[in-house]
């Protein structure tokens, strides 16, 4: 049946305007998307195939091109335009923090950088830059290292820092293992990274260590 033959609540472009965007599941949400099935399949048969053989939206998402592309019912236009989505929703909510006060936007910080590190498949270092009042001037990844190492110096974060007229900064890297819990060379570097900023009169507010979905925040931990 083609969806344009379902009872109109039930159809989900005319679900989300009715109750949001919300209110759909994921297989919904990726047959907006995607706009139009295959022959023998509506958008939402192939968006629930799609999810089946990925295993979830986050996987489909951070596939890579070719498996992207492999897969039934997408190609490289789909690539294309998914990939200016996924880049379009970072550039929100790095406006919105550029906006807020990140020392009382915790939750919303935790988020944009989970975004930004989550998914990546080595450790990569970066910083929030940020000014006076504590709001974003730059996101910065700064250092890539190995599956799980990555190089860090102190002196290139501060010479950066000074270019960028930072005031202040977070620091943030991922975990690819998807354990958030810091190590004792995080806790090693981080201690030396907040003595060569106190030089220069910067803060360092916090550093965040991003996992599978979750960040563990120095500054919560009395770490820093």
Request: glycine letters at 6%; hydrophobic letters at 40%; aromatic letters at 8%.
């Amino acid at each position: 049946m083609k969806i344009t033959d379902w009872p109109e609540q039930e159809r989900p472009r005319e679900k989300l305007l009715a109750a949001g965007a919300g209110s759909l599941n994921d297989s919904e949400l990726l047959a907006i998307f995607l706009r139009t099935g295959i022959s023998g399949y509506s958008a939402v048969d192939l968006a629930r195939n799609l999810l089946n053989e990925f295993g979830s939206l986050r996987k489909l998402f951070s596939a890579s091109e070719q498996e992207f592309c492999e897969a039934k019912g997408l190609g490289q236009a789909k690539y294309v335009q998914l990939q200016a989505c996924l880049e379009m929703s970072q550039r929100y909510m790095a406006e919105k923090l550029e906006k807020l006060d990140v020392c009382n936007s915790v939750e919303h910080t935790q988020k944009y950088l989970i975004s930004k590190l989550r998914d990546q498949p080595h450790e990569v270092f970066a910083v929030l830059m940020l000014d006076s009042q504590y709001r974003l001037i730059k996101f910065r990844p700064m250092f890539y290292g190995t599956i799980d190492s990555a190089s860090v110096y102190p002196r290139v974060l501060v010479q950066q820092a000074l270019k960028d007229n930072a005031a202040a900064v977070i620091l943030a890297h991922n975990h690819p293992s998807g354990v958030a819990e810091p190590s004792q060379a995080d806790k090693h570097i981080t201690g030396a990274i907040v003595n060569a900023f106190k030089l220069m009169d910067i803060k360092v507010l916090d550093h965040f260590v991003i996992g599978d979905g979750e960040a563990v925040s120095f500054a919560q931990r009395g770490l820093i």
